[in-house]
């Protein structure tokens, strides 16, 4: 009887049990310094003290608790409070309510009560009202109100979902940073990177590391810096970005975009090539725009045509391409006569067309030109140069007040001057071969100049020589209706006459080499561009 009696007595010491537990207080006091925090219970279903050692005693709380301490509220199952440890242990569907802003839901917690410091574990859950973080481990400073995870963890904002093996979650400013093997997926894009800046509530995404973007459309972005704004889809890329979209890239310094008007930005070095046409464009400021298909480029621009050892270059102060619309699909021929082409497909890259304005330059190894505006269509592989267009073929200057040059499989196949038609070609000093017509038509073969005739009012001087390449006289016709000029090796071999030619032969000694000179005569040699590198001088 006397040993019942002691073990019953021994267990009362140990423990005591209060059913449906009450109000009441535990004071915590710091272990750095005098500061005393409370932690009020505001209900149990049973609140149970046992000694754990002879310093310390753990209060355990079941069923319903309600602990607050300051602005934060703990509900549980079960929650175990050490002050010795200043700590308070939660089990089984714990919910931190944070300054009413912040809610946190686990299986397990573990709350630093002087370092106001929580560790969650299984099935984690944190939402503000703006998104969704869960995961298996979180780590949350409620002074600095943090969340931080090393474990993997994926936060959703509306429609976005991001996940990361380590993130970090600001609940004030609603800023999280994400690392390692970061995958953003948006219905309009998906995005990968190893480390993320996100905003929950502006649904800004940061890039401040090596980025791979990919949209809807199936165009892509790599970046290493910049910003991309989800709620209003205008981005920003920097150190030298990269968009390419189909047979379409950019690359610049900095990239602006905005997906709801199309047009992106690129500044600073932007090159644009489009390989399903073989072309290319630099400059230091570009702007594009995908809904109407378009590129302008100012500050230097150069547009760079390729071919296998002949591409073309051009330059001007702005150059603009486009794509034709359905209704103007036609074709020019030589002589001006228009033909409606059948329909393309949308994406035929011939329907594109290249404008040029203000000081045009044009340099190939076979052929230059220079002018004050152009225009190139893929339809027809033209460039229409205007006022006051030179070019320059096979030592040969070419003027007019309009000029077409014909290129086929990008080389110079034909040459077409309307009204002024001037060909000079320098033979000696101050010797000029010289070709004068109302218009004049060309012929090229494997890119070099092969044929030329003047028509309409035609004129010539021609310096003549003999099989020793010595010059023997001059012949001038001073009015013809057709003079044609015949190359061989990329030499002017001979000169022909047709119907009623007037004109006469003057042995070289008797030349005044001065009045050997059409009117309007040129020598403007200064003006081509002798290689790529001088379009720009």
């Known amino acids: 009887m006397k040993q019942v009696y ?38 149990a279903d049973t609140l149970r003290e046992a000694k754990k050692d002879s310093v310390t005693s753990i209060q355990s709380l079941y069923g319903h608790v309600k602990l607050q301490q300051e602005k934060t509220l703990f509900y549980g199952d079960s929650i175990a409070i050490n002050q010795t440890d200043n700590t308070v242990e939660s089990f089984g569907n714990v919910h931190i309510n944070d300054s009413d802003t912040v809610n946190i839901y686990s299986q397990y917690m ?40 090393t474990t993997g963890g994926k936060i959703v904002n509306e429609t976005t979902t991001i996940t990361s093996k380590d993130g970090t979650y600001y609940s004030e400013t609603k800023d999280a940073f994400f690392k390692n093997n970061v995958v953003l997926k948006d219905p309009a894009y998906d995005l990968m990177a190893d480390s993320l800046l996100y905003n929950t509530e502006t649904k800004l995404a940061t890039f401040i590391t090596d980025t791979y973007i990919r949209d ?36 610049a310094d900095d990239i602006n975009f905005d997906d709801s008007t199309g047009i992106s930005i690129a500044k600073g070095n932007a090159v644009f090539k489009d390989t399903s046409q073989g072309t290319v464009v630099i400059a230091n400021y570009m702007i594009s725009d ?8 100012t500050q230097k621009p150069l547009m760079i045509i390729k071919q296998d050892k002949d591409s073309i ?25 228009i033909t409606q082409l059948d329909k393309r497909n949308p994406n035929d890259s011939s329907k594109r ?101 003047a028509k309409g009012n035609a004129e010539s001087i021609y310096y003549i020589k003999d099989d020793s390449a010595a010059f023997v ?27 009623d030619a007037d004109g006469v032969m003057y042995p070289i000694k008797h030349v005044n080499l001065d009045e050997m000179k059409l009117r309007s005569f040129k020598w403007l040699d200064d003006r081509r561009p002798k290689t790529k590198f001088e379009l720009f001088e």
Not at 290 to 297: C, R, S
């Open 110 to 149: 573990k709350y630093y009560v002087d370092k106001k410091y929580i560790i969650f574990q299984k099935k984690v859950t944190l939402t503000d009202g703006k998104g969704v973080l869960t995961t298996e481990d979180l780590q949350y400073d409620m002074n600095a109100k943090i969340g931080n995870y």
């Open 290 to 297: 995908k809904k109407h298909n378009t590129v302008l480029a």
């Open 6 to 43: 002691f073990l019953v007595m021994l267990a009362a010491c140990i423990i005591i049990g209060r059913q449906s537990y009450g109000q009441g207080s535990v004071p915590f006091k710091s272990k750095t310094n005098d500061t005393i925090r409370t932690v009020y219970i505001w209900h």
């Open 216 to 251: 809807s459309s199936g165009r892509t972005v790599r970046t290493k810096e910049g910003f991309y704004d989800l709620l209003h889809h205008k981005a920003k890329f920097g150190k030298r970005a990269k968009i390419t979209d189909s047979a379409q890239s950019i690359i």
């Open 313 to 337: 270059y051009v330059a001007a102060d702005t150059l603009f391409s486009g794509q034709l619309p359905d209704s103007l699909l036609t074709r020019v021929d030589s002589i001006g006569t």
């Open 473 to 499: 006289g001059v012949n001038r016709v001073n009015k013809s209706d057709i003079i044609d000029m015949i190359f061989l090796n990329k030499e002017l071999n001979r000169v022909v006459l047709r119907n």
């Open 353 to 453: 067309f290249l404008q040029g304005f203000h000081h045009v330059r044009i340099y190939s190894d076979s052929m230059q030109a220079v002018c004050d505006s152009m225009y190139y269509s893929g339809l027809d592989s033209v460039f229409r140069l205007y006022t006051n267009p030179i070019a320059w073929a096979s030592g040969y200057q070419v003027t007019g007040d309009t000029m077409y040059m014909y290129t086929k499989n990008k080389k110079p196949d034909h040459l077409y001057v309307f009204e002024n038609g001037l060909v000079v070609g320098k033979s000696a000093e101050n010797m000029y071969n010289q070709v004068k017509g109302r218009t004049l038509n060309g012929i090229f073969k494997d890119g070099q100049i092969d044929y030329l005739r």
